[in-house]
């Protein structure tokens, strides 16, 4: 699986747009890129997965760049509550296992 | 509710003490996986079943042994604990196919801490 670049750290003010950018510039054809967040020692949650196309939950969006060498994950309006370590990985869909980095901590204050 | 339950949440062994961390999973997922988190570190698989009566090691397997029991349950057992399996432990489900519209991918229990004294 390609191998992902995060910043180690972002912070937020509440209310505002978080943008977490992330770098998988050796990623191939058939790799998705998925989001996860893990909140202080809670197990990680899933967050949004794409492989293309921009993808949108009730949770995030997820842009994807045309050449699928970076993206963001977008938290329209980040709360306390979204203080969190976000992942960025990428892997091909089937019966490929998650590798987790050591993410980007972003930290929303008021 | 549906989810991945683990047990038990907290544990303190000695050195050379055996135990085993259960999971379990209410989803029907096919695949189950076990990973380690360090401090200030990112989660390492340590073994993974892709499903039913399959396990496969993973990138830090040695001292660990690990039993699918059904489609529901993969526990992890430590032989003999050492100190450098003190960390938090988390057990993972998922379904995952093609990637698509309908992989949501995997799904964490809350961890078992263990300190191993």
């Known amino acids: 699986d390609a191998k992902t670049t995060q910043p180690t750290s972002m912070d937020c003010a509440e209310g505002r747009a978080a943008n977490l950018p992330c770098n998988h510039s050796?990623?191939?054809?058939?790799?998705?890129v998925y989001w996860y967040r893990q909140i202080h020692s809670q197990g990680p949650q899933y967050i949004i997965h794409?492989?293309?196309n921009n993808e949108t939950n009730e949770m995030a969006s997820l842009i994807i760049t045309e050449d699928r060498k970076s993206s963001t994950l977008i938290l329209p309006h980040a709360t306390l509550r979204d203080t969190a370590v976000y992942y960025c990985i990428v892997r091909v869909g089937a019966a490929s296992k998650l590798t987790f980095g050591t993410g980007t901590r972003l930290q929303v204050t008021l | 509710n549906a989810g991945v339950t683990q047990t038990p949440k907290f544990q303190v062994l000695k050195t050379g003490q055996s135990m085993t961390l259960q999971c379990a999973q209410d989803?029907?997922?096919?695949?189950m996986y076990w990973y380690r988190q360090d401090p200030g570190m990112g989660l390492r698989l340590i073994y993974y079943s892709a499903s039913e009566g399959t396990t496969d090691k993973g990138e830090v397997p040695n001292g660990y042994n690990v039993s699918r029991l059904n489609k529901r349950e993969f526990s992890l057992r430590l032989e003999s604990a050492a100190p450098s399996q003190t960390s938090v432990y988390f057990c993972?489900?998922?379904?995952?196919?093609?990637?698509?519209?309908?992989?949501?991918?995997?799904?964490f229990g809350s961890g078992t801490r263990l300190t191993v004294v």
């Open positions: 050796t990623i191939s054809g058939n790799e998705y």
């Open positions: 989803m029907n997922h096919n695949s």
């Open positions: 993972a489900s998922s379904n995952i196919g093609t990637g698509g519209s309908t992989d949501y991918g995997y799904t």
């Open positions: 794409g492989l293309k």
